[in-house]
């Protein structure tokens, strides 16, 4: 099967007046259609970065892509004129941000934003702008001049004239219906009042729910998750979590979740990508890789997990602390703090994401780690 | 406290309560002011070839030998019964005077104000998208070079240079003076909208636009920066992504979404500029001769006129308020989370 998702050898730069930031070094990974991705790596790791990267939502400068290949349903969108982008974005990928606080925009109502990607989705699915169907394959090759006034017209979306006239108190109210439907989906119980708020009127669960809602009025094939719960508190982040599990029986979609939380991932991933330092240092199945993780950085942070640990005494923690993506360290960037650290660790370059021998074959778990067998076969 | 219109009329009906002791005190130092600057204004308003007599005369009528107290008394009696005094030396009213003249000063202000928003702001919304870069660099070094230029020598560049290489007229020699009877509103604009005159419409446009633009240009910079800054801070802000990650396109991100939220610090800024371009306006009427009440002003002020010079500035404090009204309304309008109060 075709991946939905493939993102090879991605390298991205920040190039900010203190220096250059290699905030994604050689990222590959791959993603199946229906599958959930979950990514999970310290602050400043460059999780949320690779979350943006994909859909081309980092501003440029002060990001650059330096290197790599991000192939969604066969096109990579790296080449695609940025003008197309928005074409992309919304039904084809949907995002669903950390802060509900700042991802509503204050000065419109919930059913301005709500109906609007909902007509974004109906006017594309009217077939009356041009969608990315990546199907009919794409000739991005010949890259023709932009005409931005074609570009804003494309996905120009207030209703369509012809609606406007005669039934744009009609379309306004199906799409009302269909912002409606959406928030029931999200379990909201009084979706009729809280239509008509502002996003200032709503609790931080509600507005995430919302923002659920939202992404998903647009049916895209695939979601990026970046640390939806992280930002709700602990009971709210629960009914939160549960609502998306039950989402992704009813909706099929494919998540790239992206989380800090171990937990978290452990519930709603299907495959597990560790990152560290810019790069994804294990990648693999889920309970694979909380069972017998193939990396020294992994297996120091599940130690370090506070549930798994049940006796008195102190807390099990990494010894120093996270490298400086300006000056990262030659070699595996993780040999200063690893234990299993030994001379070829250090000289340029580092390893590079292998599969784990002993590891079930096919099962697609692999780990950037000189040493991964040996880890793997650690109890 | 809350949004609905009866909070919304309190807090206007408030703001307005509120004008009466500052106008108040304003007219006291601009009176107070006036006279003390100058000893003996009869020696100006009877000219200076006139007989001691003569001055002698000027002073009993006008009462300046009197003590200024009761001059002052005397002014503030009259002005609460409507009669704002008159131009000594033609004798002519105040207000009959400032009423004809303030409606072709505030077609000034008006057109100068919306070519800030119309070229201002979308100037603002292209150097903040395009930060660093170059256009960024040409918007900010074309409203820097507006700002740093004097109003007198913009307006007099405007007029004796650009203008006429133009081929667009001075109020001069305005082409078709209107038939007074047809003076509705005084605007030459809205007079020619409102007679359905196709001719004096373009006419008045045409007298319009080097005025406007002098005043515009010079004062767009506080339009532009204020836009540029505050769609920077507004632009990484998480609903702006959740705006381009529905699909929408540029155009709408950066005016829907974008731009709404940073406005609400263009308006305050532009409700306060209202009032600054007041200042400007006595330089631009007068370089443009330009029939409004700036022009009047420069003339009170030479002549000694103390009863129109404070007919204008009751007059512009009154703009000054209602534009900081307008502004402050608006502001709620924009955010829904301000509440009148």
Redesign the interface.
Known sequence: MEPLLRVEHLSLDYEVGAGTFHALRDVSFEMMPGRVVGIVGETGCGKSTLG?AI?R?L?E?PARIREGRVVFQGTDLLSVPK?KM??????S???I???PI????????VSDQLM??VR?RKF?ESGETEVFRPAEGFDYSKDRPVDPKE??G????PSPPAARSAGARRGSEELRIDALEYLRLVRINDPETILDL?P?ELSGGMRQRI?IA??LS?KPTLLIADEPTSALDITIQAQVLTLMKELMDEVHTSILFISHDLGVIAEMADDIGVMYAGSIVEFGPVGEVFDRPAHPYTKALLKSVPNRYKEDGVLPSLPGSVPNLSRLPSGCPFHPRCVFARPPCEPDPGPSLEPVKGAPVGGGHRAACYYSDEVFRLP | MGRSKIDLAIFVAKRVVWFIPVLLGLITITFFAGHASVRNPCAVWVGPHASPDTVQSCIQYFGVNQPVWDQYKNYIANLFQGNWGKDPQGGTPVLPVILTLFPATIELLVSALFLMIVVGIPLGVIAANNS?RWPDHLVRLFYLGGWATPAYLGAVVLAIGIGPVLGLPNSSDFSSTPDPGWQITHMSVLDSILRLDGAAFVDAIVHLILPSTALAFLNLGIATRMTRSSMLEV?????V????????????VLYK?AL??SLISTVTVLGTTAGSLLSWIVVVEEIFLWPGIGKYAFESILSYNFAGTLGVVIFFAIVVVIANLISDVLYGV????VEWR
């Not at chain 2, 992504?241 to 709408?252: C, E, H, N």
């Open positions: 943006q859909p939502l501003p400068p003008w928005p074409l992309v974005r919304g039904t990928i949907g995002m941000f950390q802060e700042n991802s509503l925009n204050p000065a419109y109502r609007e990607a974004i594309r570009a804003m494309r996905t120009f979306l502002f200032h923002m939202m992404a647009e | 660093g632009l990484p802000l998480d609903y992504k959740t705006a381009r990650m529905k699909g929408l396109s540029d155009f709408w979404h709404r939220n924009l955010d829904p989370r």
